[in-house]
């Protein structure tokens, strides 16, 4: 069974730095691309980042360029989030997501990550 499991989340003070990771278990994921995305409280979901697992190539939502790094560890079938500089309005809860055309698409469970100012 394919699966999704984040860790990492936390409590930190602006200004602070937080390293999310995903792990990807139960099948192959072969050929998925992999994203991070959020949700703040009233919020709809929001792109993040994204990495192209084969290439490594990234792209990144304008307001966490610069802050955040993803990358991704094909060894350990896991994709991480390196989030410094983190901002009050970087609260949200923080979902790993493997997508691939013309396959099921696939959400972690979500981990909570809240910015204190």
């Known amino acids: 069974q394919a699966q999704l499991v984040e860790s990492g989340g936390g409590l930190v003070q602006a200004g602070g730095s937080l390293r999310l990771s995903c792990i990807r278990s139960g099948r192959t994921f072969s050929m998925y691309n992999m994203a991070w995305f959020r949700q703040a409280p009233g919020k709809e979901r929001e792109f993040v980042a994204a990495i192209n697992w084969s290439a490594g190539s990234t792209n990144y939502a304008d307001s966490v360029q610069g802050r955040f790094t993803i990358s991704r560890d094909s060894a350990k079938n896991t994709v991480s989030l390196q989030m410094n500089n983190l901002k009050p309005e970087d609260t949200a809860v923080y979902y790993c997501?493997?997508?691939?055309?013309?396959?099921?698409?696939?959400w972690g469970q979500g981990t909570q990550v809240t910015v204190s100012s």
């Open positions: 997501h493997a997508r691939r055309l013309g396959r099921p698409w696939y």
